[in-house]
Nanobody
């Protein structure tokens, strides 16, 4: 069973940026669709972005389009989520997850095999 570890969370002011990392061990992320999800207090977990296995096609939900960018570094076996123009409503615990051989179309419905422990992102003035 592979392991995913998120890092890069923290506290920023509105308009600020953060880059989250999802590092894998025991699995090769290039062979997985990797999604980013978030969960705010009192709310359900929601999908944010996903990068498909192999071809690296990227998918974003509407509320992060133009602000967030997902990428994958195969040499480092890591997926990143660059988050710009952060707003207080982006405050949540962010999780990455991996689904073997998955294409990310409608990624929020995928059966992800592995999940990280989450990293806190707080946006406030």
């Amino acid at each position: 069973q592979g392991q995913l570890v998120e890092s890069g969370g923290g506290s920023v002011q509105p308009g600020g940026s953060l880059r989250l990392s999802c590092a894998a061990s025991g699995l090769t992320l290039q062979n997985y669709g990797v999604g980013w999800f978030r969960q705010a207090p009192g709310k359900e977990r929601e999908g944010v972005s996903c990068i498909s296995a192999h071809d690296g096609s990227e998918y974003y939900v509407d509320f992060v389009k133009g602000r967030f960018t997902i990428s994958r570094d195969n040499a480092k076996n890591t997926v990143y989520l660059q988050m710009n123009s952060l707003q207080p409503e982006d405050t949540a615990v962010y999780y990455c997850a991996a689904a073997y051989q998955a294409m990310c179309v409608m990624f929020w419905n995928l059966d992800f095999d592995s999940w990280g422990q989450g990293t806190q992102v707080t946006v406030s003035s």
